[in-house]
């Protein structure tokens, strides 16, 4: 009898994280739903958009992994955006913005996907959090907040899911070499009144024991592990990979 494929969601594709995830799970044998809210012109482009901010969008991203595979079996909550700002000038509609994708939509896509999930019997839902659902920084009163909060999200998903097969986990990255990364470097400058070539090593990089950016790729290989058979160990826990940031 032919193997199945193993079938997969993952949010924020377009570039960055995602886009290294999808390229993982594909190699790893899965068939992949990629999903963001519009293609990247300098990136791979994605075959779904959505608007993950809304629960149609959501709704929509699972309905269309189920009619085209039929199935689901993983679920990778990616999807991220970032505002840096002191707090009594942080905008409230910023705030909204950043809740309703980092910590709402993983809620979101768990919810609608759970009976899915309950049928595949070893199921995974990953969360790609960050050192900032274990640590704070300040200027970044949502970032953390809705890291924070998806933490607790999938501890209370793997305590539901531990009967049924589905493991849920969040990967907690320090800073990874990506636009999101790159894009904070002028409102760091800003915020910390420095200039923006002090940036990298004076802020972004001053948490971390070892001084480098992580890859992409690497945060996909273990997002990849979980996935996989190896992750079948794993539920309710962050897996931090966090160049020993939170080690401090």
């Known amino acids: 009898m032919a193997r199945v494929s193993r079938a997969a969601l993952v949010t924020g594709a377009a570039g960055g994280i995602g886009a290294a995830v999808v390229a993982q799970l594909v190699a790893d044998g899965h068939d ?43 679920v990778v909550a990616n999807a991220g955006l970032q505002h840096v700002s002191p707090v009594e000038s942080f905008p409230e509609d910023r705030w909204d913005a950043l809740l309703a994708l ?31 659902a274990l640590a704070a920084s300040p200027y970044k009163s949502a970032y953390v907040a809705a890291k924070h909060g998806v ?10 899911g531990a009967d049924h097969g589905i493991l849920t986990t969040a990967v907690c990255p320090g ?34 024991a070892v001084k480098r950016l ?9 997002v990849g592990m979980l996935a996989g058979p190896l992750g079948r160990g794993f539920t309710g826990v962050p897996v931090t990979m966090d160049l020993g940031w939170t080690a401090r």
Not at 36 to 50: H, K, S, T
């Open 214 to 222: 992580l890859e992409p790729e690497e945060v996909a290989g273990v």
């Open 32 to 74: 992949v739903l990629a999903v963001d809210l519009r293609p990247d012109p300098d990136g791979p482009g994605v075959p779904f958009a959505a608007d993950l901010a809304t629960r149609e969008g959501n709704r929509a991203a699972v309905g269309a992994a189920l009619e085209r595979f039929g199935r689901l079996d993983v």
């Open 175 to 208: 800073f990874v070499r990506t636009p999101l990364v790159e894009r904070q470097i002028a409102d760091q400058a800003e915020a910390h009144g420095i200039p923006e070539d002090e940036v990298l090593e004076g802020v972004i990089l001053a948490p971390h």
């Open 151 to 160: 933490l607790g999200l999938v501890k209370t998903l793997a305590l539901e």
């Open 102 to 132: 980092m910590l709402t939509s993983p809620f979101l896509l768990a919810r609608y996907a759970w009976p899915a999930l309950r049928v595949s019997g070893d199921a995974r839902v990953i969360a790609v959090a960050s050192a900032h």
